[in-house]
């Protein structure tokens, strides 16, 4: 399967890459594969690497629904990281697109140094906060 990940507990992110061409098949397996994962945590940072990405067979009502998934919907930032004018650039958008409808936090980025640099930015935001207002999120 052309999909992978890792939950990195310490930085509070699930890191998942994509490469060559992916069904929809095989994303709903790598999401259920994570979902079931017992390392995982929906109120984790993602990020995902989709800039080795040909092709994705999946629709744009496909992509809409993936999108809403719900714990997609609890993950706090989530950074993408595709080289642009290209297929993964373009279904980046999209998939940014229907986030934004839903009020959540997506960027696009050219390398994965810059989104992880993106998202460790915003986990340190957060660990510097007082307690009382963490919990209050």
Known sequence: MPISYLVDAARCLIDTRLWDSV???????????????????????????????????????????ESATPWYARTPNMAIVATPNTYA?????????????????????????????????IKNQFDAEPQSSKMTQ
């Open 23 to 65: 069904t929809m098949t095989d994303l709903e397996a790598a999401l259920n594969a994570l979902y079931l994962d017992p390392e995982f945590n929906c109120d984790y940072n993602q990020l995902w690497n989709i800039s080795e990405l040909r092709a994705i067979n999946l629709s744009p009502a496909a992509m809409k629904l």
């Open 89 to 121: 650039y373009g279904m980046a958008r999209m998939f940014k697109t229907y986030a934004d409808l839903d009020g959540r936090s997506v960027r696009i980025f050219r390398s994965a140094q810059e989104a992880l640099g993106w998202l460790d930015s």
